[in-house]
């Protein structure tokens, strides 16, 4: 059974920095597309950032530069770094795998909120 665990979310000021885990169990982080998702209230879910197999990395052009994905094969966990956060930002963070580099798999994790605000 695949479960994915997010951490991490929390309130932040505009400028500031948070780091989401996501670990993953069930699945092996290095042997799989794994990617973070966003959805703010009344908007669809949208990917954030993805990391391939192979380690190539894509980001939403939105995020690209401040946010870096990342993953840690002895912990089997995956990160989003997010620096100089903005108050679009703000939305619930899930952790997806089972995919691949161009589509979302079907494992999902509960979400973590993310709050940009002053």
């Known amino acids: 059974q695949v479960q994915l665990v997010e951490s991490g979310g929390g309130l932040v000021q505009p400028g500031g920095s948070l780091r989401l885990s996501c670990a993953a169990s069930?699945?092996?982080?290095?042997?799989?597309?794994m990617g973070w998702y966003r959805q703010a209230p009344g908007k669809q879910r949208d990917l954030v950032a993805i990391?391939?197999?192979?380690?190539?990395?894509n980001y939403a052009a939105s995020v690209k530069g401040r946010f870096t994905i990342s993953r840690e094969n002895a912990k089997n966990t995956v990160y989003l770094q997010m620096n100089s956060l903005l108050p679009e930002d703000t939305a619930v963070y899930y952790c997806?795998?089972?995919?691949?580099?161009?589509?979302?798999?079907?494992?999902w994790g509960q979400g973590t909120q993310v709050t940009v605000s002053s």
């Open positions: 069930g699945i092996i982080v290095s042997r799989s597309a």
């Open positions: 997806n795998a089972g995919g691949t580099y161009y589509t979302a798999g079907i494992y």
């Open positions: 990391i391939a197999i192979n380690g190539i990395t």
